[in-house]
């Protein structure tokens, strides 16, 4: 079950194979979504879903898909599941499918789902396929939840909605930062992420020419 | 001067390889260059030193920047005693405004320095003498309320992410001083903007009186363009006022005189493109024009006449000692003057059609920072073309 090249397929996108630091994929919904904790972490799990059942669905149909048209196919794919998963939070968690508004229909144009699936899913059998998706899902759902955390602790002093900031600090004077909530410091943070994981691992580190 | 000279030389074993202090060598280096110049010559080839290096150009901006400093405490001191309501003589003033702004002189510069420093010592540099007109800038440019850890927490963002990650000193895209000011508008809007960030009305430093809390709490002084921007220009101050610079405002930009006694070390000393500070006054003075041309209620700023336009806000600060910063800015000659107007424009048109900005010049220098790589570019690129055409036309002549 787990070979050693299934381990690797599985754990390499946890960090040196990572689908946002080290591929640069899925930035945009990592900018949108990360303001707080719990919608990162529901988003990370939508895309952990979809993505390893489409490789799994892509995998199984790999073979009778024609090149010509397999990007559509794959949107079929990915499409349908993406719906599955939107009327599932709609019905189980209204409030966070709200404040996830479109982004959970923009997975069917994540970067990370057809760029896996056109370079894993199309050439591999369907169980190192499962276990690829959730390898990419779980390496962007970490750096997403990296980055709410951060962005949720500087931007509103709280974490999961709970204050942690303790009152005497603001009364001190200090105060939240505005710019952690909008977009652009959800970059930086991400690029001090890319930072500090390319600094400890140097083999990740572009020559100097 | 001599006794100097030999405390320098007698530590200088230290800090060399295999010293003590080895890793601190880039320290001992900076403050031997600061001291004295280098007397090290070239060893090869020709060479031509001018003796205007980085470190005199520096202290140049510096020196240029001074009757503002000077303004600014004097300034600031005014309001204070103004809002008060305490008669105070110039001499009090000035001390107080001296208080008041020390303290945000020695953050702005003990962050940046740090950063510098501990920098340099990473990367086994030189240390670049870059942040001496940034952490005079700073100062300048951010409301005198702002709290000091917010000028500290803004400065070390803008040194770490607008400079020493692409290079340090000379690689930055966007101005430093200026990611400063933008780091602390976007990050903390209500301590910058509004009407209780530019009159400091409690003691600096136990300096001065204060008023008491609830007279604090209700204590509004918002800057003429403050009021501008809600369509109210009866506060606007005459045209003298404004010259001279007796009005609310971030400290170093309020004083039109001291601004221009800048620019006049600057442009004499070449430290600064003329082009770019005549063209950013020629953008701003066109988009005024067009402005009060179709002048409208509903655009406070559009019922202001050009000079008014032109000496009120940070515009002028930002045409004379931010839009020329020759790192960021466009270097080809064309580009400058595109780069200029632009700025001008920019500034002109965001201070008088969104509301949500009574000032634009700070944003229009940011943005057109961006854009000055490409300005450059494209004069680069039509002027190969000419030359091009102009070749292949040659050639051809000489076939017939």
């Known amino acids: 079950m787990l070979s050693k090249r299934n381990k690797e397929v599985l754990f390499n996108p946890l960090s040196n194979d990572n689908p946002v630091l080290v591929q640069i994929l899925g930035i945009c919904s990592a900018l949108a979504v990360t303001v707080k904790l719990e919608p990162a972490i529901v988003m990370g799990l939508s895309v952990i879903v979809v993505l390893s059942f489409s490789n799994v669905i892509i995998s199984l149909m790999r073979k009778t898909i024609p090149t010509s048209i397999r990007i559509i196919v794959q949107l079929v794919v990915v499409a349908a599941l993406v719906i599955m998963v939107q009327q599932f939070l709609q019905a189980f968690s209204y409030d966070v499918s709200k404040q996830l508004s479109v982004f959970v229909g923009l997975i069917i144009t994540n970067c990370i789902l057809m760029g896996r699936l056109e370079a894993f899913a199309l050439n591999n059998k369907p169980w190192p396929s499962f276990l690829d998706g959730v390898g990419n899902g779980l390496g962007y759902m970490i750096v997403l939840v990296i980055i709410a955390f951060f962005r949720e602790l500087l931007g509103s002093g709280t974490l999961f909605g709970l204050t942690v900031i303790p009152n005497w600090c603001y009364e001190h004077g200090y105060m939240n930062n505005g710019l952690m909530i909008l977009p652009p410091m959800a970059l930086i943070t991400a690029a001090c992420i890319i930072w500090v994981h390319r600094s400890r691992n140097k083999d990740l580190q572009e020559k100097s020419n | ?400």
């Open chain 2, 1 to 400: 001067m001599k006794a100097l000279r030999k405390f320098m030389d007698k530590l200088k074993p230290h800090f060399q390889e295999g010293g003590r202090l080895a890793k601190l060598q880039s320290v001992y280096d900076g403050m031997e260059t600061f001291l004295f110049t280098p007397n090290t010559t070239s060893r090869s080839g020709v060479h031509v030193h001018d003796s205007n290096d980085l470190k005199r150009t520096m202290i140049t901006v510096v020196v240029a920047l001074m009757p503002c400093l000077l303004m600014a405490m004097l300034n600031t001191g005014h309001q204070h005693f103004l809002a008060l309501g305490v008669a105070a003589g110039w001499g009090e003033k000035f001390l107080f405004g001296l208080l008041a702004m020390l303290p945000v002189i020695v953050v702005s510069y003990g962050v940046g320095l740090g950063i510098e420093f501990i920098a340099a010592q990473i990367h086994h540099k030189e240390i670049q003498e870059g942040f001496l007109v940034t952490g005079i800038l700073i100062p300048l440019i951010v409301p005198i309320n702002t709290p000091l850890w917010m000028t500290a927490v803004a400065t070390a963002f803008a040194v770490i992410f607008a400079k020493e990650v692409f290079g340090g000193t000379g690689m930055n895209i966007f101005n430093v001083a200026l990611v400063t000011r933008a780091f602390l508008f976007f990050a903390y809007p209500s301590e910058m903007s509004g009407d209780k960030a530019f009159i400091k009305v409690d003691s600096a430093l136990g300096y001065g009186g204060s008023l008491p809390q609830n007279a604090i709490d209700a204590f509004s002084g918002p800057t003429p363009l403050g009021h501008v921007v809600t369509g109210d220009i009866t506060h606007v101050p005459s045209l003298w006022d404004s010259f001279v610079g007796f009005i609310p405002g971030s400290p170093g930009e309020t004083s039109m005189i001291a601004i221009l006694i800048g620019a006049v070390i600057l442009l004499f000393t070449g430290v600064a493109s003329w082009r770019v500070m005549l063209s950013v006054f020629a953008g701003g003075a066109a988009m005024a024009a067009l402005a009060h041309g179709c002048m409208s209620e509903t655009y406070g700023a559009s019922m202001l006449d050009v000079p008014t336009q032109l000496c009120l806000g940070g515009f002028a600060f930002a045409a004379v000692f931010m839009a020329t910063d020759p790192v960021t800015g466009a270097r080809t000659k064309t580009g400058q003057y595109i780069y200029g107007f632009l700025i001008g424009v920019i500034a002109i048109l965001i201070r008088t059609y969104n509301s949500g900005y009574p000032e634009g010049a700070m944003l229009a220098v940011l943005l057109m920072n961006a854009f000055a790589p490409l300005i450059d570019h494209c004069v680069v690129q039509v002027n190969v073309k000419r030359r091009l055409r102009r070749a292949r036309a040659a050639k051809n002549e000489v076939k017939v």
